[in-house]
């Protein structure tokens, strides 16, 4: 979902700024920082309460102002095995003999946001929270999913808190907000052989020039991940390496290729010795394994978009999993949007998943996902 950016609105008046456009001499850093750091404590059915809206959606509260956003989603599930699970599925533990049917509908994916920013000395302080109520069994259902904050000046940008690893893709740029590359993927697990999970961390990203990123980050659990991003009118491209102080290592390359202004098709792989677990649906740690991904997605008329993912994790000899595959096809069609205020899509697809471990054994598990999902505020 895309943030309302402060700095790029069109002046009327060459002698009257937007507040969010002029620094605050009144004042200082430390109050700035510390206002930031509590307006993104309000919850967002508070914040759409506040009288200073400056835009459908947005909240001006002095020089800081607040997005608010979220979903509300159903998701009805059926799978041929039960797993045990809630609606986002454990694809490396499926069942490796037949049980009966499972059937689930939950709202538990429903998604809370709120994105913030004010002007700060000569950049811009961004923070961002996301939260859902997909916590683990015996846990209180709210789940944090990322709380980060990101300073950006000229070329430069830092970022800390819990956010995307750099190992998960983006369709375009750097961003652990938005343009991920699983967005049409129903279930809230993903897909195999995607990449990275949200960890705490400390980003550093640099605009070297036009078209080009680089980043590095340090991760919890001692991981460092380096990664370049070059984006071209109708190609994506990621190289990415990481290492860990277990002596763990790997490197991976994505590329999101759009073949026409209706249809991309993406890729990445990744190679590692001992951080097998960094992909959706990994192999166990301190072995060799290897991951892949391809996908194709087709924009048509109408607001509908078709999609279709192959994923593999393969991982050497041990006593855990030999192969995690999946395949998945499926589609998202926006059913009709109020205004700027919200829009209302259906998505559904078809997954094949099987997995086979060293000792021989090996299991197979069909599922089907359907989703209801009302967004607010509608996308641009």
């Not at 990445?268 to 192999?283: I, M, P």
């Not at 991951?291 to 008329?301: C, D, K, M, S, V």
């Amino acid at each position: 979902m895309r943030a309302h950016i402060p700095g790029n609105r069109k002046r009327t008046n060459p002698h009257c700024e937007p507040v969010c456009a002029r620094p605050q001499r009144s004042s200082s850093a430390s109050c700035r920082l510390a206002a930031l750091i509590v307006a993104l404590s309000i919850t967002p059915l508070r914040s759409f309460c506040q009288p200073n809206s400056v835009a459908p959606g947005s909240i001006s509260l002095g020089p800081i102002l607040l997005k608010p956003s979220g979903f509300v989603e159903v998701i009805g599930v059926i799978r041929s095995n039960n797993t045990g699970e809630n609606v986002s599925t454990d694809f490396a533990s499926i069942p490796l003999t037949d049980t009966q049917q499972d059937w689930l509908i939950s709202a538990r994916h429903s998604r809370v946001m709120l994105h913030g920013e004010t002007i700060l000395f000569s950049g811009t302080l961004t923070g961002y929270f996301e939260g859902d109520f997909l916590s683990p069994a015996g846990s209180p259902p709210w789940r944090l999913r990322q709380a980060w904050g990101e300073y950006r000046q000229g070329k430069w940008r830092v970022l800390g808190g819990q956010a995307w690893s750099l190992l998960r893709a983006n369709q375009k740029g750097i961003s652990s907000e938005r343009d991920l590359i699983d967005i049409d993927v129903v279930d809230p697990a993903y897909h195999v052989g995607l990449l990275g999970d949200r960890k705490r961390q400390i980003q550093v990203i640099r605009e070297v020039r036009p078209g080009w990123l680089i980043a590095g980050s340090y991760e919890e659990g001692g991981q460092i991940v380096a990664k370049a991003v070059h984006d071209r009118k109708r190609l994506h491209f990621e190289a990415m390496a990481l290492g860990r102080r277990d002596g763990a290592w790997g490197t991976s390359a994505a590329a999101v290729i759009h073949v026409s202004q209706r249809g991309s098709i993406l890729t990445q792989q990744f190679v590692t010795d001992g951080a097998g677990k960094e992909a959706v649906g990994g192999g166990p740690a301190g072995v060799r394994s290897y991951a892949t991904i391809q996908g194709a997605e087709a924009r048509l008329p109408h607001g509908t978009i078709v999609f279709g993912y192959g994923g593999l994790v393969y991982s050497a000899r041990s006593e855990g999993n030999r192969i995690v595959a999946e395949w998945t096809a499926g589609a998202k069609k926006r059913l009709f949007r109020w205004s700027a205020a919200g829009e209302a899509t259906m998505a559904a697809h078809f997954s094949h998943v099987e997995r086979a471990v060293w000792s021989g054994r090996k299991g197979n598990l069909d599922y089907f996902m359907i989703s209801l999902r009302f967004t607010i505020p509608a996308p641009p």
